[in-house]
């Protein structure tokens, strides 16, 4: 059956988004907090100079020719104001550096500037800018980003995970539907074969043989010739039979598993030599008919196994209640074993195969010399599919 | 269409909040160092010291009286480095300090012409009932450890800012007088004034106001400040010049050599017995000529 694919699907459309998500999740609160604490800062900055400005213009007032000579004081005094730490440049009106000592800019520092003007009498006398160095804050705002890449994560993670895991726990149960249904079609098809075989080729077959015996009977034919007419007649019934029996055993439907099970080891082992001993729950749980189809098919299989390739001598089938709604098949033999130690041969693979579609498992032992051991667990209602 | 449209509005909105947080445009290269200020016809410009301010003007105002050229104007105060600042640029034609010059303002060819001797006191509100401190009271007062004079009446410690030369000469003359200056480091968070009329303003105001100040400018106020005796000596100009009043400094007067031709006229002046007598009469001793 091809694979339904819904996960590998469902993956390839829901990666970017959850990737995008979770970028979405670990930059957006970093990036706020930055440009908000950059503006706060950028305020801050504007405010300082302006209190610079303030004393700067007290002062430009005070000595108005001579003010960039009591720059001293007025560093000092900055100082004691609170303004001692803040990184400030002065330029005069004509563009010269006017010394403060203020706070140093680190080398290399990612300055953020706030700039007030100085105005006296209406006219520009000085500008004065703040600094400071945003690279604290670059630095906060990656420990937040790492903080929020490691929510992202978790988020992304999360999102991703649990509906593709849904998804794949569906498309699980989805696929052993299909199975089921296509056994049951099979296993439908299978009936009206051996119907037809039996209804049709089989009735013709059995009124050419009572037209035989009539012609013999009028000493129409030679002699001998109804002998041999009536030999391949009945062989040709015969190889109808056998492949209605093949297609749809007609046991299960006349006596049941349990009986049919034991009829066929009864018949089987009587005609192959083999000494099976059937031992069949009688409690068993209610089971689906593809269920009890499988079971006896592959006692079928492992009987015919042990005959043809284990040359067994003793067998014996069990068929138990397995927990709740399951049932545990168990058959062994005394024969050779398997060559080939997995148990690949096309038998046991069609056992699994069987066992496989119906959502239960197979465990097949052949320790050397000690014969193989099949056992199989299947569920009884196989359509009841939990997640 | 809708999805790209979507695309540039969050571009744009993103654009227009970066925009907003960058800050202003950083300050742009400052002009090279400043070309010497031609001097002024006609006018002495003098500026500086705090400290030498008043007797500058003192001295200005008598040389005016006398009739003498070029006309001197002593600008407001900028401190002994301003004034060395501005007359190694040319800005004025002589600084007054009242300290040393560092070796960066030596270096810029400044030559120093010492004027007068001053006397830095105690001062202190004019109520407080003491007439004296002695160095250890003085220790404890600025470190602290002391809120009171002897007295019992509460002290309250006034700064000049670091730079003023009385700090350096009081501490030379007290070794160990203490107080810190890093915000936080002193609970009682003290004030400081950035020049000597505002201390004397301060010290006027504040009862139990205690700082440093010049004997003459102390003296100016009258009764509101009084000058107090350090361990038993009194500041007078008497005691400057015997030599028992210990926190003293020099003022002096700073320029390029080529402006000290143009003020020799007004040199000269101070240095004659007339300005002599303008000095003593602020409370300082002129320096016996250059």
């Known amino acids: 059956m091809t694979p339904l694919k819904l996960t590998s699907w469902l993956r390839s459309r829901l990666f970017p988004l959850v990737l995008s998500t979770a970028v979405v999740v670990a930059v957006s609160a970093p990036c706020a907090f930055y440009l908000r604490q950059r503006l706060d800062r950028v305020e801050a900055l504007r405010a300082d100079a302006s209190r610079v400005a303030d004393v700067l213009r007290a002062e430009i007032e005070a000595r108005p020719r001579l003010w960039r000579y009591g720059t001293g004081k007025l560093s000092e005094r900055l100082s004691e104001e609170g303004l001692g730490r803040v990184s400030v440049r002065v330029l005069d009106g004509d563009g010269f550096a006017v010394p403060l000592e203020a706070g140093p800019l680190p080398p290399n520092a990612w300055a953020l500037w706030g700039r007030a003007e100085v105005s006296t009498a209406g006219r520009p006398a000085a500008t004065v800018w703040a600094a400071a160095d945003q690279r604290p804050l670059l630095g906060t705002a990656f420990h937040l980003f790492l903080a929020f890449a490691l929510l992202a994560a978790l988020l992304g993670t999360v999102l991703y995970v649990m509906p593709v895991r849904a998804m794949a726990g569906a498309e699980r149960r989805i696929e052993l539907l299909l199975s089921r249904l296509a056994l049951a079609l099979q296993q439908e098809e299978r009936r009206r074969i051996a119907r037809e075989l039996h209804d049709g080729v089989g009735q013709a077959i059995t009124a050419a043989r009572l037209e035989l015996l009539a012609a013999s009977a009028r000493a129409a034919l030679p002699p001998g010739s109804a002998e041999t007419i009536g030999r391949r007649l009945d062989e040709a019934l015969d190889e109808v039979r056998r492949s209605t029996a093949m297609l749809a055993p007609p046991a299960l439907a006349e006596l049941g598993l349990a009986r049919a099970l034991e009829r066929h080891c009864t018949s089987f082992g009587g005609s192959a030599g083999l000494n099976v001993q059937c031992d069949v729950e009688a409690e068993l749980p209610m089971m689906d008919a593809d269920v009890e189809g499988a079971c006896y098919r592959i006692v079928q299989e492992a009987l015919s196994n042990a005959v043809r390739h284990g040359h067994a001598t003793c067998a014996s089938v069990s068929l138990k209640r397995a927990g709740t709604g399951a049932v545990a098949l168990d058959i062994s033999d005394d024969g050779s074993g398997l060559k080939d130690p997995v148990g690949r041969g096309q038998g046991l693979e069609g056992i699994r195969e069987r066992a496989k579609l119906l959502g239960g498992e197979v465990l097949i032992e052949s320790p050397p010399g000690a014969g193989v051991r099949v056992r199989v667990t299947l569920p009884a209602q196989p359509g009841e599919v939990r997640a | ?290």
Not at chain 2, 4 to 21: D, E, H, I, K, P
Not at chain 2, 265 to 287: C, H, K, M, T
């Open chain 2, 1 to 290: 269409v809708a999805g790209r449209l979507q695309l540039v509005w969050a571009v744009a909105a993103l654009a227009a909040l970066t925009a907003g947080c960058s800050g202003d445009p950083p300050p742009p290269d400052a002009m090279a160092a400043r070309a010497l200020v031609p001097a002024e016809p006609g006018v002495l410009r003098l500026a500086g010291s705090g400290a030498f301010t008043p007797l500058a003007r003192r001295l200005a105002e008598a040389y005016a009286q006398k009739g003498g050229e070029p006309r001197v104007v002593v600008e407001e105060s900028l401190g002994s480095g301003g004034g060395a600042s501005a007359a190694a640029e040319g800005a004025i034609d002589l600084g007054l300090v009242s300290r040393p010059l560092s070796a960066a303002e030596r270096a810029r060819g400044l030559v120093l012409t010492a004027v007068a001797v001053d006397a830095v006191v105690i001062a202190a509100h004019g109520s407080v009932s003491v007439d004296g401190v002695t160095s250890d009271e003085l220790r404890a007062l600025y470190a602290g450890k002391a809120r009171t004079f002897k007295s019992g009446a509460s002290a309250v410690v006034l700064l000049r800012d670091r730079g003023e030369s009385a700090n350096a000469v009081l501490a030379a003359a007290v070794p160990g007088l203490l107080v810190s200056r890093e915000p936080g480091g002193d609970e009682r968070q003290l004030r400081v004034l950035y020049h000597d009329a505002s201390m004397l303003e301060a010290l006027a105001s504040t009862p139990g106001g205690l700082g440093v100040s010049a004997l003459g400018l102390a003296r100016e106020m009258g009764p509101a400040v009084k000058v107090l005796d350090l361990d038993g000596v009194k500041p007078s100009l008497s005691s400057l010049q015997d030599g028992t009043w210990p926190v003293r400094r020099t003022l002096a007067v700073v320029a390029r050599p080529e402006r000290l031709e143009r003020a020799k006229v007004f040199l000269d002046f101070v240095f004659s017995d007339e300005g002599a007598g303008v000095i003593r009469a602020a409370y300082a001793l002129p320096v016996a000529g250059r």
